[in-house]
Nanobody, 116 residues
Framework: QVQLVESGGGLVQPGGSLRLSCVAS????????MGWYRQAPGKQREWVAT???????TYVGSVKGRFTISRDNAKDTVYLQMNSLKPEDTAVYYC??????????WGQGTQVTVSS
């Protein structure tokens, strides 16, 4: 059974940092590209960052230079280090990967709130 479990969200002041984690199970983790998405209240889910199976990374423009996606294949885990957080980063953050024949898998999400 495929499962993605996120953790690490919380309340942080503007300018602060958080590190999100997503542990995958039921898959051969190291062959998949992994992504982070987010959904703010009243908005559509948007792509944030992706890391390929080879470790190459891409980011949405609004987080470039502030967020870093990484992976630890030995722990079947993908991370999102978020620095210099802004109120507009407030959202539920989801871990994701895409599998042929199934489509997207999603975690349950973790809430990130940036507020003073």
């Amino acid at each position: 059974q495929v499962q993605l479990v996120e953790s690490g969200g919380g309340l942080v002041q503007p300018g602060g940092s958080l590190r999100l984690s997503c542990v995958a199970s039921g898959i051969t983790f190291n062959i998949y590209g992994m992504g982070w998405y987010r959904q703010a209240p009243g908005k559509q889910r948007e792509w944030v960052a992706t890391i390929s199976s080879a470790g190459s990374t891409t980011y949405v423009g609004s987080v470039k230079g502030r967020f870093t996606i990484s992976r630890d294949n030995a722990k079947d885990t993908v991370y999102l280090q978020m620095n210099s957080l802004k109120p507009e980063d407030t959202a539920v953050y989801y871990c994701q990967f895409w599998q042929i024949g199934h489509g997207n898998y999603w975690g349950q999400g973790t809430q990130v709130t940036v507020s003073s």
